[in-house]
């Protein structure tokens, strides 16, 4: 598959230095050191580098100049959201506006439910809207090394409607899951990666064949929750625009045939509206890794008619 393992780069010390940035210098002095600092990760990312150049150059047509100029604007949004995260996590949201498309989806999930979304903009601002709808949000980090990095955000955080759920390989995070929608609380989750030997489906996404992790859908199914596919993309220094989707119910069913179908039919809907918003917002997809590599073994499933 792809060569992304669940790790991506930085650390404790990271997330201090911009945390102390934001309470003393600022933000926008944080964005000024931002624009330096892009230069030396463009040039060192290696790997990362081809594939968010193959995502410009050959699935979105750009010139070669035009894919470069993209490219440091990528990562340099980038380090913008990774510092608007931590500031909204540290209790600076006033610092920021935002536009909620499809709050009216989430409203109906009173009895708890699903939102899916991908490496898009800052889909972290979820729990700001969750916050008025007195709603606790938990996040699943897929990034198992970044333990400390929970506990110091947790450390940091003011909002008490926000928590983690990291992924550990004992799946012990299942029985956390469970409690939360036994809570009715919500859980949001990525949908655009998985680690090797996860179980997917090849879609066509962006005119190419991509594989997507059924994990989300499957969690959906089985404890009987809606879900939302949500994506919250940066418009301005300060402004956030988020979308929500209607609620799709996805039934659980012993015919394994038809429970593939039911996959299916949800990420399809997924795939769509994420590809609508990534060609609306495309500096804004955070994927640095060969997205379109397809597991050998898994053929493309045909896209079904909604």
Known sequence: MSSWEGKTRGGVLGYKIFVWTLKYPGLHFAY???SFVVIYFVATSGKAFKAIFHFYHSVMKYSRVKAFISIYCNYYMFGQILLDKIAMLAGFQQKFTFDFEGE????????????VSAHVGNWEIAGQLLNRLEKRINIILFDAEHQ????YLSDVMNSRNVNFIVIRDDFSHLLEIKQALSNKEIVAMHGDRFIEGN?????????????FPIGPVNLAAKFGVPVSFVFAVKETSSHYHFYATPL?????????????????VALEIYTRKFEEILRKYPLQWFNYYDFWKLPESLPLIPETKI
Request: aromatic residues 10%.
């Open 32 to 34: 000024f050191l931002l």
């Open 104 to 115: 009216e989806y989430l409203r109906q999930m009173h009895d708890g439910g699903l939102l």
């Open 148 to 151: 400390q990095i929970k506990g």
């Open 199 to 211: 179980k997917t489906v090849n879609l066509n996404f962006m005119g190419l064949p991509a594989p």
């Open 248 to 264: 799709h119910r996805v039934t659980f069913t012993t015919n394994l045939k038809l429970r593939e179908e039911n996959f299916r």
